[in-house]
T-cell receptor, first 110, second 111 residues
Framework: QKEVEQNSGPLSVPEGAIASLNCTYS??????FFWYRQYSGKSPELIMF????GDKEDGRFTAQLNKASQYVSLLIRDSQPSDSATYLC??????????FGAGTRLTVKP | DAGITQSPRHKVTETGTPVTLRCHQT?????MYWYRQDPGHGLRLIHY???????DKGEVSDGYSVSRSKTEDFLLTLESATSSQTSVYFC??????????FGSGTRLTVV
């Protein structure tokens, strides 16, 4: 069974702080990794993807991948109340098998 | 409008009745997917399609069927709805390598 695990939270950070969201996966053959943001009552929205070990930055967001440790993370710098949402980690092991974690709920307090 | 749309947005149905959910995309994506989202389980794949009339089962396909007669349309049918199928259903299109675009979802309640 290919598993994607996330801490359900809630994770609470003050406005302006760095939020760190973590995800582990079980399939060593996994090839691509995604972070989605989902506001309450809305659909998931793709915010980042990463394929190679290391960091990938996009504005205030940084995705980090460590394939040896089977670990992917998302850092949100200068967190804003509008970042309050559930963040879903997704892992593709090839083919059409994209597995989603259950999500981490983030709250950014003003 | 561009993107992906689902209908209906909300539906209440009785146990044992058939239900069809509709998904329409204007991105000309070859791949389309149906997921269900339940608390504590995240998104789970029901069925997917890799082309017109080409479909395959996902992780939780029992009790569901799909059809794709045109590139832009992907239908999900619950043959005989049960209370365990009460969920939020999302349609998505895209590719596993580059990520998916999701529709707005259908909240289905089976009573």
């Amino acid at each position: 069974q290919k598993e994607v695990e996330q801490n359900s939270g809630p994770l609470s950070v003050p406005e302006g702080a760095i939020a760190s969201l973590n995800c582990t996966y079980s399939d060593r053959g996994s090839q691509s990794f995604f972070w989605y943001r989902q506001y309450s009552g809305k659909s998931p929205e793709l915010i980042m993807f990463i394929y190679s070990n290391g960091d990938k930055e996009d504005g205030r967001f940084t995705a980090q991948l460590n394939k040896a440790s089977q670990y992917v993370s998302l850092l949100i710098r200068d967190s804003q109340p509008s970042d309050s949402a559930t963040y879903l980690c997704a892992v593709n092991s090839g083919g059409n098998d994209m597995r989603f974690g259950a999500g981490t709920r983030l709250t950014v307090k003003p | 409008d561009a993107g992906i749309t689902q209908s209906p947005r909300h539906k209440v149905t009785e146990t044992g009745t058939p239900v069809t959910l509709r998904c329409h995309q204007t991105e000309n994506h070859r791949y389309m997917y149906w997921y269900r989202q339940d608390p504590g389980h995240g998104l789970r794949l029901i069925h997917y399609s890799y082309g017109v009339k080409d479909t395959d089962k996902g992780e939780v396909s029992d009790g569901y069927s799909v059809s794709r007669s045109k590139t832009e349309d992907f239908l999900l049918t619950l043959e005989s709805a049960t209370s365990s199928q009460t969920s939020v259903y999302f349609c998505a299109s895209g590719t596993p390598n580059y990520g998916y675009t999701f529709g707005s979802g259908t909240r289905l309640t089976v009573v």
